[in-house]
């Protein structure tokens, strides 16, 4: 294990420590009802998500989860963001969902850090919101947490929220650069995704009804770059999900337009398998 996935460790252990008397103090959920209201936004930023899936996730390719489900978390840092008057900037966000080609209407946990203000929170469930053809979203478990997040040049992530999550993403896979290309994947936030090593992927919220820990299964990276503006002409692959098992004909042309390389799903699956047999 490289020295920054170690100091990662560390900080995890640590987090987990204090797990039991920061958890007594986190705020009640609440459940709300947004509708979008139509005005601009602009995200930049970047994200990592871990599932249960194999790699590569076939939800990314318009097909059915690996295991039949797919509880995905998202970690979001908003680097630079704005909705309608609403500044963005320097957000974090978790977002616990069902399969990767989910139902925007029934997320089941979204999760802010405590700098976000009432506005920023609501700025950007209206955001999500307009991912929706109903412009109309339920967020049926929103909770303010401590989140503690260490992310080293944007190749190793560590996220975590005591008591409730334990993330640990590694672009790299204990190498000096990552080794995977990046291809087209199906995602609310980027139509580019990169295969990354999950470390650790835990999930604790009895209340939100998630625990569950996927840790070694699968992880992908996005670079964040998006604006309301790809969403109204139709231009994201998530947009025309129907769970086929393989990229239909509206988003191969999306993928074609846009000059998007095309995953190769063996040769993934190949990768993968080298880099772990490499890395005992």
Not at 24 to 51: A, F, M, N, Q
Not at 111 to 116: I, L, W
Not at 244 to 271: M, V
Request: charged share 20%.
């Amino acid at each position: 294990m490289t020295r920054s996935l170690l100091h990662f460790a560390g900080l995890l252990a640590m987090a987990s420590a204090l797990a039991a008397s920061t958890w007594s103090l986190l705020p009640s959920s609440e459940t709300r009802s947004i509708k979008y209201d139509g005005s601009d936004w602009h995200l930049k930023g970047e994200g990592v998500v871990c599932c249960p899936c194999a790699v590569p996730c076939p939800c990314r390719t318009n097909g059915p989860a690996t295991y039949g489900h797919c509880e995905a978390t998202l970690y979001l840092r908003i680097k630079e963001g704005r909705y309608a008057a609403t500044s963005l900037d320097g957000m974090d966000v978790v977002d616990t969902g069902g399969a990767c080609s989910m139902s925007y209407e029934k997320l089941s946990a979204l999760y802010f850090d405590r700098p976000a203000t009432p506005e920023q929170r609501t700025a950007f469930m209206k955001l999500v919101s307009s991912f929706s053809p109903g412009k109309t979203a339920d967020f049926p478990y929103v909770r303010i947490v401590a989140m503690q997040v260490r992310a080293a040049g944007g190749l190793q992530f560590a996220v975590m929220i005591p008591g409730v999550l334990e993330m640990q993403v590694d672009r790299n896979w204990g190498r000096s650069q990552p080794p995977m290309a990046m291809s087209a994947g199906a995602d609310p936030f980027s139509n580019l995704l990169q295969y990354a090593e999950n470390i650790r992927y835990k999930m604790h919220d009895p209340a939100a009804n998630l625990d569950f820990d996927y840790s070694r299964r699968q992880a992908n990276y996005r670079a964040v770059d998006l604006d309301a503006s790809q969403y109204r002409t139709q231009s994201m692959l998530i947009q025309f999900e129907d769970g086929r098992g393989w990229f239909n004909e509206a988003q191969l042309r999306l993928i074609e337009t846009q000059g998007l390389p095309l995953p190769d799903r063996d040769g993934i699956r190949r990768q993968v398998l080298t880099l772990k047999r490499d890395a005992k």
